[in-house]
């Protein structure tokens, strides 16, 4: 007989892929926070330049997803997708101490970021099938939330390297390889994944007649999500407007530290209120938030300002990453999921590098204020699709 009270805790296994993730990101945080400055000061590239190169790599990121979703589906299979994903990830950190050149950077970005979309749809669908459906916002907010205490001590990390070793870039990139290889070994001893219920390998999901059975709701959020994509060009403008408003270099992984840790205590309790609210209503909330974040940063990037606008930046990262993942987990079919979630992220990913072409480009022509401006008007623009499209679901589900 089943318990007469179902259990309220969250499988263990969640809380595995939430610390897999949190060592992940310190690993490349350590690095990320500082790249965009080394970048700029040691190779001499533009913010064009780097603006390319960030929207390249997360683009590939998020399209690589879609083929690696579609190959979990199709196995059945997610962990071992998660492990090379994970894996390549930790063998790219290296690249970054002995990058000379843009391009060498370039190349650890797409090795990171390729390795980051092996992992991404097939991670999102394994926490899905491990949850109970009447938990997944929270079980998706807890992972985020862990994810995202490691983007806030990476930073932290490499702000006390930077100080202690006299801004040296490239001693800090070494420290990386630590925890993005305990990483690794971690997904491989502390996560199980349920076993199938099939034998062999399913049939094509990315065949026509597989993709007619995700649903128009489905295919409402994905559009949502490429829209809300470009209000969200890359953190490394961020990190660039401190830094001109005058922030000196050892201090500059203060602003994702800022940010990830308002996006980590956001993100939870976010997750589990989307589990009993009208999903766009907690998006246009969130939406309203970035808007009011990049009005800030167009109008100063100097003292308080700034640190308003990267709180707010923070914010509305946790109220809406994890409910987008929860939305493609509740419109999409079981056996789908992976296929689902890799679809949703090649769209965003596609998104993704026009947005920080575009910031880039901005940047260099007219200045940031110009950036962030662009930023406020592209969120308005998906406040108006989520109207006219309502993605998702407007009363929660048991």
């Known amino acids: 007989m089943p318990p007469r009270h179902p259990s309220r805790k969250l499988p263990a296994g969640i809380w595995a892929l939430g610390f897999v993730s949190l060592?992940?990101?310190?690993s490349s945080e350590l690095i990320h926070s500082l790249l965009p400055v080394f970048l700029a000061t040691v190779l001499g590239a533009s913010a064009f330049t780097i603006g390319l190169i960030e929207g390249?790599?997360?683009a590939l990121a998020?399209?690589?997803?879609v083929f690696s979703g579609a190959l979990s589906d199709w196995l059945g299979k997610r962990k071992v997708l998660a492990v090379v994903g994970y894996g390549m990830g930790a063998l790219s950190k290296p690249l970054f101490a002995l990058a000379t050149s843009t391009g060498i950077?370039?190349?650890?970005?797409?090795?990171?970021?390729?390795?980051?979309g092996i992992r991404g749809a097939p991670r999102d669908a394994l926490v899905a099938d491990i949850t109970p459906p009447r938990m997944r916002g929270a079980a998706f907010g807890l992972r985020q939330a862990l994810d995202t205490v490691g983007a806030f001590l990476g930073p932290l990390l490499?702000?006390?390297?930077?100080?202690?070793?006299?801004?040296?870039?490239?001693?800090v990139f070494w420290v990386a390889v630590i925890p993005g290889t305990l990483a690794v070994l971690l997904l491989v001893f502390g996560v199980q994944e349920p076993e199938a219920n099939h034998d062999g390998p399913r049939p094509n999901p990315i065949r026509p007649a597989n993709l007619r059975r995700l649903p128009e709701a489905y295919w409402q959020v994905a559009t949502f999500g490429a829209v809300f994509t470009l209000a969200r060009f890359s953190e490394a403008f961020l990190v660039l407007r401190a830094q001109q408003g005058g922030l000196p270099i050892a201090l500059v992984p203060l602003v994702l530290i800022a940010m990830n840790a308002v996006y980590a205590v956001a993100?939870?309790?976010?997750?589990?209120l989307s589990d009993t609210m009208s999903h766009p209503r907690l998006l246009a909330w969130g939406l309203t938030t970035l808007i009011a974040a990049d009005l800030i940063l167009a109008y100063s990037g100097q003292g308080g300002w700034v640190w308003a606008g990267i709180a707010l930046w923070g914010l509305h990262m946790g109220m809406t990453q994890g409910?987008?993942?929860?939305?493609v987990a509740d419109t999409a079919p079981a056996d789908l999921r992976g296929t689902a979630f890799g679809f949703f992220n090649l769209v965003s990913g596609i998104a993704m590098l026009a947005a920080s072409a575009l910031a880039g480009f901005l940047w260099d022509r007219l200045g940031p204020s110009?950036?962030?401006?662009?930023?406020?008007?592209?969120?308005l623009a998906a406040l108006t699709v989520m109207g006219l499209r309502r993605p998702g679901r407007d009363i929660p589900t048991d």
Request: charged share 20%; hydrophobic share 60%; glycine share 6%.
């Open 267 to 272: 993100a939870y309790p976010f997750g589990k």
């Open 62 to 65: 998020l399209i690589v997803k």
């Open 105 to 116: 950077v370039l190349t650890a970005r797409l090795l990171d970021r390729f390795g980051k």
């Open 23 to 26: 060592l992940m990101d310190v």
């Open 56 to 58: 390249t790599a997360e």
């Open 370 to 379: 110009y950036t962030f401006a662009a930023g406020a008007v592209f969120s």
């Open 158 to 171: 490499a702000m006390g390297l930077m100080l202690l070793w006299a801004d040296d870039f490239r001693a």
């Open 323 to 327: 409910l987008l993942a929860t939305m």
